[in-house]
T-cell receptor, first 113, second 111 residues
Framework: DVKVTQSSRYLVKRTGEKVFLECVQD?????MFWYRQDPGLGLRLIYF???????EKGDIPEGYSVSREKKERFSLILESASTNQTSMYLC????????????FGEGSRLTVL | QKEVEQDPGPLSVPEGAIVSLNCTYS??????FMWYRQYSRKGPELLMY????GNKEDGRFTAQVDKSSKYISLFIRDSQPSDSATYLC???????????FGKGTRLSVIA
């Protein structure tokens, strides 16, 4: 089974802090994704990566950056956390074509005070 | 018009009922269709995957895709309290483009 591991399940940070959310997958997938999930808004794509050192903006990249130094690891960075970034953050990796199924981690619940 | 529409519910059914969950979409290029189940405070887990049109069955679950109507469905037979979760539909034109998700339908199965 594919395993996507997010390092922190629950975090509490202060406004202005720099926040790192780490994600590791064990299936040698090339494609990895970061989403945030909010009530009534569903899943929204922040950033994704097709390969090491590659990144693409999703629908809501503002206030976020990402790092992909190794194939198995995809990190989401909040340079200066704000209260409107309080959310559930979900990392996913994607099986290669032709199937393309997405596998999610357990999520990181971030609260910014 | 949103690319993927999904009734948010909540949907409440008695144990043993047949449940029908649906999504409509506007992009005729969508070829890959998936259903995810998400329990409270957990990440979504892949439930069913379908490529192009047709039906797929796995135990109590059946996924249907009607591309002519731009409509996909998930049926759950003999529903159980353990099926209580949020169900998300997702789709994409190819295996390389990001999935587009519905907002999810919250289902409660009452014992």
């Amino acid at each position: 089974d594919v395993k996507v591991t997010q390092s922190s399940r629950y975090l509490v940070k202060r406004t202005g802090e720099k926040v790192f959310l780490e994600c590791v997958q064990d299936m040698d997938h090339e494609n990895m994704f970061w989403y945030r999930q909010d009530p009534g808004l569903g899943l929204r794509l922040i950033y994704f990566s097709y390969d090491v050192k590659m990144k693409e903006k999703g629908d809501i990249p503002e206030g976020y950056s990402v790092s992909r130094e190794k194939k198995e690891r995809f990190s989401l960075i909040l340079e200066s956390a704000s209260t409107n970034q309080t959310s559930m953050y979900l990392c996913a990796s994607r099986h290669p074509v032709p199937t393309g199924e997405l596998f999610f981690g357990e999520g990181s619940r971030l609260t910014v005070l | 018009q949103k690319e993927v529409e999904q009734d948010p519910g909540p949907l409440s059914v008695p144990e043993g009922a047949i449940v029908s969950l649906n999504c409509t979409y506007s992009n005729s290029a969508f070829q890959y269709f998936m259903w995810y189940r998400q329990y409270s405070r957990k990440g979504p887990e892949l439930l069913m995957y379908t490529y192009s049109s047709g039906n797929k069955e796995d135990g109590r679950f059946t996924a249907q895709v009607d591309k002519s109507s731009k409509y996909i469905s998930l049926f759950i037979r003999d529903s159980q309290p353990s099926d209580s979760a949020t169900y998300l539909c997702a789709m994409s034109p190819s295996g390389n483009t990001p999935l587009v998700f519905g907002k999810g339908t919250r289902l409660s199965v009452i014992a």
